[in-house]
């Protein structure tokens, strides 16, 4: 199983939902990446996780809320989300951290903040 | 801080001409890596390139990374409509353990 695999496909949410997007990777990999990526421009890396620790936190607000329950699962927590947050969110992973690593990316969640 | 840049934005072709996207860093990189996404789709890894001077080929795509290792090139011949797409280099963060992806080349192609 060489696959990301991310739900929902597509979220629609008002700013005051709460809602949850998941990833999931059976890969063994010890790292986990969340990415957000708006249209036509390049993905930006939010959060790392690493043996399923934080290890990167790239000063995103406090709305987004990061989980890794165990090395296979990535979970990404939002509330009060703003509509500028409207995106595309990938989930990556790698065997390892570093900027070595290849990344296998998930299909992503389609966000829109209404 | 250190960047990625990548050109050029836009590159629309007819199909059977070649193509080339450029990526230059101000830093010497470690590694360079080359990412696809079509239209709608996810980021894929295509390679990575680690070697002074390296090319590396996958069929009709030739990788090169520059002898001083600060730029990198993504050449295809013959373009077929299912290369349309855009084109991520990405390259290691000066002191940090993570990549940074250029802005991309998004290439279109006439049939």
Request: hydrophobic share 30%; glycine share 8%.
């Amino acid at each position: 199983d060489t696959e990301v695999t991310q739900t929902p496909k597509h979220l629609v949410m008002g700013m005051t939902n709460k809602k949850s997007l998941k990833c999931e990777q059976h890969m063994g990999h010890r790292a986990m990446y969340w990415y957000k990526q708006k249209a036509k421009k390049p993905p930006e890396l939010m959060f790392v996780y690493s043996y399923e620790k934080l290890s990167i936190n790239e000063s995103v607000p406090s709305r987004f809320s990061p989980e890794c329950p165990n090395s296979s699962l990535l979970n990404l927590h939002l509330h009060a989300l703003q509509p500028e947050d409207s995106a595309l969110y990938l989930c990556a992973s790698s065997p390892n951290e570093g900027h070595n690593e290849k990344l296998f990316f998930g299909s992503g969640t389609q966000l829109s903040v209404l | 801080g250190q960047q990625v840049m990548q050109i050029p934005q836009y590159q629309h072709v007819q199909e059977g001409e070649d193509f080339t996207t450029y990526c230059n860093s101000s830093t010497t990189l470690s590694n360079i890596q080359w990412y696809k996404q079509r239209p709608g789709g996810h980021p894929v890894f295509l390679i990575q390139l680690v070697k002074s001077g390296e090319v590396k080929k996958q069929k009709r795509l030739t990788f090169q990374f520059g002898e001083a290792k600060k730029n990198s090139s993504l050449h295809i011949t013959a373009t077929q409509t299912t290369d349309v797409g855009t084109y991520f280099c990405a390259g290691p963060k000066q002191g940090a353990q993570k990549l940074v992806f250029g802005q991309g080349t998004r290439l279109t192609i006439n049939p």
